[in-house]
């Protein structure tokens, strides 16, 4: 038996080097105003320029600056105040540091997390929007949810109607904390489960459904109602995320090994 080759030497350049994280837009802007505030070149108090023009010199459209001032916001990081615009808050340079490291740290890309907390919050929404909603509120709602009817019931995964109903029912609930986190987390969760293509054609009606539950509960001012009608689905939609897709590729591979073996057989 001919001796074993010897182990392949890895190059030290090679083991130096790390995998490349790809970054989205927002979070590369997130890192330049870190490293801004770091440097004492934007300083609390400061007033932000205009988004459109920081769009201009990042490069970048205006969503993802203002997804990225957003965040910023709701974190405390910036203020919008009147007569001022968005500011810098008046916080230490270490503490507004340290705060944009964990929303950059924070993992966006994790929908099992998300839906669970997308559950915690939209449970809450329905409840307190079927007690506080104005004849506005239910219009949008309605709207919304006939508009993500149409697309569903023809295939489309509407996802941003999805999101349109979503953020209606958040904002009728008038709490702005509630709405605000709502917004943060719905749309990376349906981004993801656009990407991942968990809502399939089969689910669709039986969205719109659940949907429904919920929006009839908000009409009829029952806040119990609401609430359970938004947890099945919200539960439904989690359970969906959670579901492991690789199963079903693995059936067809199994057949043809199947039928490679029959043949193979005198």
Do not use: W
């Not at 079927?130 to 508009?147: N, V, Y």
């Not at 958040?170 to 605000?180: I, K, M, T």
Request: proline share 7%.
């Amino acid at each position: 038996m001919p001796p074993s080759p010897p182990p392949a030497v890895r190059s030290p350049i090679l083991a130096a080097l790390s995998a490349i994280e790809i970054s989205r837009p927002a979070d590369l802007i997130l890192r330049q105003l870190r490293d801004l505030i770091a440097s004492g070149a934007l300083k609390p108090g400061d007033r932000l320029p205009a988004e459109r023009e920081l769009a201009r010199q990042f490069g970048v459209g205006r969503s993802h600056v203002r997804d990225a001032l957003r965040r910023l916001e709701f974190y405390g990081i910036l203020q919008t105040l009147p007569q001022s615009g968005t500011v810098v808050a008046r916080l230490g340079v270490a503490a507004l540091d340290g705060l944009i490291s964990n929303v950059l740290a924070l993992d966006r890309d994790d929908i099992s997390a998300l839906s669970e907390t997308r559950m915690a919050l939209e449970v809450e929404t329905a409840r307190r929007a079927a007690e506080r909603a104005t004849p506005d509120d239910l219009h949008a709602i309605h709207a919304a949810q006939e508009a993500f009817r149409v697309r569903a019931l023809a295939g489309d995964p509407a996802l941003q109607e999805d999101l349109a109903l979503h953020l209606a029912i958040a904002r009728a609930a008038h709490n702005a904390v509630l709405a605000s986190l709502v917004g943060l987390i719905t749309p990376d969760i349906l981004r993801l489960g656009g990407e991942r293509q968990t809502c399939s054609h089969t689910r669709l009606p039986v969205v719109v459904g659940e949907h429904q539950r919920v929006v009839d509960a908000i009409d009829a001012r029952d806040p119990e109602a609401a609430a359970r009608a938004m947890a099945e689905h919200a539960q439904m939609t989690h359970d969906q995320h959670g579901r492991k897709p690789a199963a079903k590729t693995a059936r067809p591979k199994r057949a043809a090994h199947a039928r490679a073996a029959a043949a193979a057989r005198p």
